[in-house]
């Protein structure tokens, strides 16, 4: 039976220290929880199953502290709530993977396009490749209607593309896009202690390990400013008084070429 789906990432808290009694404690709301993104997302992901008259289901990969989130989801009018057991933090590619077991038979995904944690935001296009279906991804508006579903998305240099999805699809949404029903008091105290559906994964998820840092040349050695007053040192160092040279065209054989261009660029402090 289709269903609609709808992906959250827990991020905790930032750890703080009890001025009194100097213990140190994560609290669950400060800066972690779930973010403004992922509850649109579970927004629009309620609207479009009460329109089909299909089940919501919340899912979430991570530990027992991320319960809270889906059972505040449970709250707002999920049917269900699962969670992919995970102690530390796995990479995209592997939460995308996990989260496509159990979620084959889902006719539309709903996530958000950030987490708390400033992730890369590439779980929905790595879980679209994974269950080979449509893509939509940083949607700014949306209109849900019965048979399909009319989005626009961010582009580059201020543009918008606008597409209509009528198959199953990964729906990635920013934060304006819908903000979150706010739970009745009775659905919240009935749901606190809500049981939650927890899945251990087939494979082993690890936290993903850096194989090296972003390139940066080397810092260039300038010679001290010259200049006897303080504006000629700062015309010095800024070259505000000569024209600098943007490029400079020449022709040589592709072997002369290779050697003046790593020539140039051990000049400019980029290489050895």
Avoid at 141 to 160: C, E, F, H, K, P
Avoid at 169 to 193: C, D, F, M, Y
Avoid at 225 to 248: D, M
């Amino acid at each position: 039976m289709s269903f609609v789906a709808v992906c959250m990432k827990w991020v905790p808290g930032r750890p703080e220290i009890d001025p009194l009694s100097g213990q140190v404690h994560t609290p669950a709301s400060r800066f972690g929880g779930i973010s403004l993104a992922d509850q649109s997302a579970l927004e629009v992901g309620l609207q479009l199953g009460a329109l089909r008259s299909m089940d919501v289901v919340a899912i979430t990969v991570g530990g027992a502290q991320s319960e809270q989130s889906l059972r505040d989801a449970l709250a707002a009018g999920v049917k269900r709530a699962i969670r992919i057991d995970a102690a530390g933090t796995p990479s995209s590619a592997e939460t995308a993977r996990v989260l496509a077991l159990s979620l084959g038979h889902a006719s539309i995904i709903m996530c958000g396009d950030y987490s708390f944690d400033r992730g890369s935001g590439s779980v929905p296009a790595f879980l679209a490749a994974e269950l080979g279906i449509s893509q939509a991804l940083g949607v700014v508006s949306l209109t849900a209607q019965m048979n399909d579903i009319v989005v626009s998305r961010r582009l580059d240099g201020g543009r918008r593309e606008h597409l209509r999805i009528s198959d199953r699809a990964v729906i990635s949404v920013e934060g304006s896009v819908a903000q979150l029903r706010r739970a009745t008091l009775a659905k919240t105290l009935a749901t606190r202690n809500s049981e939650i559906e927890v899945i251990s994964p087939p494979l082993t998820l690890e936290r993903p390990v850096s194989t090296g840092k972003p390139f940066r040349p080397r810092p260039r050695t300038l010679a001290m400013p010259h200049g006897n007053t303080t504006l000629e040192r700062l015309n010095s160092i800024t070259n505000v008084a000569t024209t600098s040279t943007r490029g400079e065209q020449i022709e040589l054989s592709p072997a002369k070429s290779a050697a003046y261009i790593l020539q140039t660029l051990t000049r400019w402090g980029y290489i050895e």
